[in-house]
């Protein structure tokens, strides 16, 4: 039985991590006025007939704290990375001089600052919901265990475990929610 609920607790792990991953993704893209590649993470280039993230036709890398620059690894590409940045909805105007492409990342404007933080803890509120949800199941499993003859004590503790576990996690969202927050906030 034991094998059980190490696999009950091994399961809400990953479902926590997974969270916690999804919310790491999330907060990239909702940029603090400082560059950072990953930025472009989303965007996606005709490749000989295949769509392929930018950074695997380009070396993509933040010469300040403003600026991104996307150099092709092929010069025929400019054009089609070029056009990808501008349709990909993240609102930057790349300059292209023929050799590489250069991103101007502006400052927000302090409301643009204010709706960023509002989203940055909507984003928070929904990994705890994943981390809540995954706590609901691991304890429902437990209880399936428990009537299936698992000892109530090792019921409790791992209970007790899961409960530890969504502690942890919660504490690492907030930790990630007052970085990104206060990357948002420095001017």
Known sequence: MHEEV???LDIC?????????????ELVHIRAGKASPR??????????????????VS???TP???TISVQPWEKAMIHPIEKAIINSNLGFNPDNNGEFIRINVP????????????????????????????RKDA????????????????????????????TEFSKRV??????????????
């Open 139 to 166: 304890n429902d499993n437990l209880k399936k265990l428990l009537k299936d003859g698992l000892a109530e004590d090792d019921e409790k503790i791992a209970a007790a475990d899961v409960q530890d576990m969504i």
């Open 39 to 56: 930025m472009l993470d989303s965007v996606m280039v005709i490749y000989y007939g295949s769509m392929v993230p930018i950074s695997q």
């Open 6 to 8: 190490q696999m009950v």
């Open 174 to 187: 907030d930790k990630m929610l007052e970085e990104k927050n206060r990357e948002i906030l420095t001017i």
């Open 64 to 66: 300040d704290a403003r």
């Open 13 to 25: 792990t990953e479902r926590m991590e997974h969270a916690l991953g999804h919310l790491d993704k």
């Open 107 to 134: 400052a927000p404007t302090e409301q643009r600052r204010k709706d960023m933080v509002k989203t940055v803890n909507k984003e928070g509120e929904i990994a705890k919901v994943s981390l809540r949800s995954a």
């Open 59 to 61: 070396n993509i890398s």
